[in-house]
Structures are given as structure tokens and as C-alpha cells.
């Protein structure tokens, strides 16, 4: 069934990617998508809400549905409004520009170039892009942690990588987190990246960061002054 499924990886030679083929695959973490793609029919990929990561291998991006990778629709004053995915999509090197200018890849949030690498720095996990030399700080078992800094690189295998993003969840739920400081650099704190932090105290934010996405700090008790830097551009709820 589709709740088997954790992980896809498309074989190449395949030219079409169906109807709502991996729809609702809550349990896929992660899809890999062939050069010989051509076609990606609407709600390919729709629904799948905890992916992480779409790797495509497509040097040549086209137009897709906007519904492909959405995690949810709604019709808003007689028009439909696609909830975009929260994955990073990591894209082949010096193709970024060419993936943002299509309708469909250009809803993702992050796109990154090179292939994904996953390690750690012995504290925390990465999910880093070998183009782009840019590491995501993921979720991992961080419950033994209470006072930690967010580093602003991540080596992993003797090479170095900008830590700017904390992902979606990377701790949630981690109530022994006492304290939290944060490195400049860091561009973004995503979806309930420390929800239910209840005992968490955080230093102030870098003038790096832009973007604090919704509950980003849902549930964070102990927060009575944090100061939003100038440069952020997007505040969730």
C-alpha cells in the first residue's frame, strides 16, 4: 500500500510520471527523479506530507502542475490555491534560475544544486547540496541535548558546507532544550523547527535570517523577547 512507501527512485528511461501516482505516500521521505523525464502528470506527487527531499535529475526543467508536489488546495475567491510542498528540491549545478522560471518547481521553498549528501557533525544531522555547498540542520535524536549552538558550518567528509537553514521539525518535541543560540548565517527556521520546546530559552536571532516559518516556535514557553532582525522578510503565524 501507500503507506509502505518511504522512498522512490525513478528509474531512468522512464519519460511520464502519472496521474496522482505517489499521491498521499505520507510516509515518502524522499523521490528521485530521472534526466529522461519529460511529462509529470497533476497530483503526482500531492499530499505527501512528511517528503523531504526531491532530487531531479531533469536538465532541461518544463512546466508542472502546480498541484504535483501541493500538500493541500482550497478555492479562494473562485480560484484554487495550492499549499506548496515543504521539501528542499535539489536541482543539477547552474540549474537554479532555469527551475524557478517554471510554473510548478518554482512553488518550492528551497532549491538547491548538486546532489544531496546526508551526515553529521557528531551533534547534529545535515542534509547538505554538493553544489550549492549548503547544509540543512534535519531532525535527529536530540533529546539528550539541553544547551546547544546552531553552528554556522557543518563539515561533513572533509568538506565544508554553510548551515542556513534549520528544517522542518528538526526539534520538535525536544523539551530538555534549555537554551539556544543561534550563528549568523543561518537564513531560515522552518515548520515547527523547535515546537514544543517548553523549557527553551533562545538567544536573539542573526541579522542573517529571513524567513520564520509558521509555529516555527510553537509552544516555546519560555520566549519573552525576541527581537525579529530588519532583513526578515517572511513571518509565519
Request: one cysteine or more; hydrophobic letters at 35%.
Amino acid at each position: 500500500g501507500r503507506s509502505e512507501v518511504t522512498s522512490v527512485v525513478i528509474s531512468e528511461g522512464i519519460k511520464t510520471i502519472g496521474l496522482c501516482a505517489f499521491m498521499s505516500c505520507n510516509n515518502m521521505t524522499s523521490v528521485m527523479i530521472p534526466s529522461s523525464v519529460t511529462q509529470i502528470d497533476p497530483w503526482a506527487f500531492s499530499f505527501c506530507n512528511n517528503l523531504v527531499s526531491v532530487i531531479s535529475k531533469i536538465d532541461v526543467p518544463f512546466e508542472i502542475d502546480q498541484s504535483v508536489f501541493s500538500l493541500n488546495n482550497e478555492e479562494v475567491e473562485g480560484k484554487t490555491v495550492y499549499t506548496p510542498s515543504q521539501a528542499i528540491l535539489y536541482v543539477p549545478e547552474g540549474k537554479t534560475s532555469s527551475y524557478q522560471s517554471f510554473t510548478g518547481w518554482n512553488m518550492f521553498i528551497d532549491i538547491l544544486e548538486g546532489d544531496l549528501i546526508e551526515g553529521t557533525d557528531g551533534t547534529f544531522n545535515y542534509a547538505c547540496a554538493t553544489g550549492s555547498k549548503v547544509a540543512t540542520l534535519v531532525s535527529g535524536d536530540y533529546s539528550g541535548l539541553s544547551n546547544i549552538t546552531i553552528p554556522s558550518t557543518a563539515t561533513i567528509d572533509g568538506v565544508v558546507y554553510a548551515v542556513k537553514t534549520i528544517g522542518k521539525e528538526a526539534f520538535f518535541n525536544c523539551y530538555n532544550l534549555e537554551s539556544v543560540t543561534f550563528s549568523e548565517g543561518l537564513n531560515a527556521i522552518r515548520y515547527y523547527a523547535f515546537g514544543y520546546c517548553y523549557n527553551a530559552e533562545f538567544s536573539s536571532l542573526p541579522s542573517s535570517i529571513k524567513v520564520i516559518d509558521d509555529n516555527a516556535f510553537f509552544n516555546c514557553n519560555r520566549i519573552t523577547n525576541l527581537v525579529i532582525p530588519d532583513g526578515c522578510t517572511t513571518i509565519g503565524n
